[in-house]
């Protein structure tokens, strides 16, 4: 089932239009959506990605196609065919194309497409049921093939992994440090205590030098 839709401009990660899942797990959802946005940015650092992409996240696993400097995202279930998801997205390509295709790059705030939903959640409805005869024509469709599109992992997409290797590695140093830091900081306690003992001693003996004159 197609969770969540978003479509998002490629050269700074804005937001244009959106369509969410209209059942319970708005919480859970959230977090996905946060994911998304964050493969956006990822993808208006311009490095070469790929135009079409599968990206295994969670229970779900995101979609998307990049296209005239826009992309179309889905999320959805594991389970949901790969075929009819990115034929979901092209069905949404044309549409937005179609309808804003003079207004995207002008767009200055988040959303400005927000309109685009009611396209969205028809469409969507289109897509529930794969066992529908146009769902199944669609399976069917020699025509349109998605074997040779890439599956990643969304750590691996966004570098978490490599980020928290870094975090891991500065905590370990810093502990490193602060053990080092300790070490001295006792060994000069106890030089320090050494001199006051050796001090409070020559007081102590000058002392007695003193009374041995009085």
Sequence with gaps: MVKLTMIARVTDGLPLAEGLDDGRDQKDLEFYKQQ?????????????????????????????????????????????????????LEDLKNEFERVNANQIETAARPYAFIKFDTFIQKTRKLYLDTHTQRNLAKLNDDLYEVHQIMTRNVQEVLGVGEKLDQVSQMSSRLTSESRIYADKARDLNRQGLGLVVARIHMLLSFYDCVTLFI
């Design 36 to 88: 998304a946005k964050a493969l956006f940015k990822n993808l208006s650092r311009g490095q070469s990605d790929p135009s079409r992409m599968s990206i295994e996240t969670g229970p779900y696993i995101f979609h998307y196609i990049i296209e005239g400097r826009v992309c179309y995202l889905t999320m959805c279930d594991r389970a949901y065919p790969k075929k009819l998801a990115f034929q979901y």
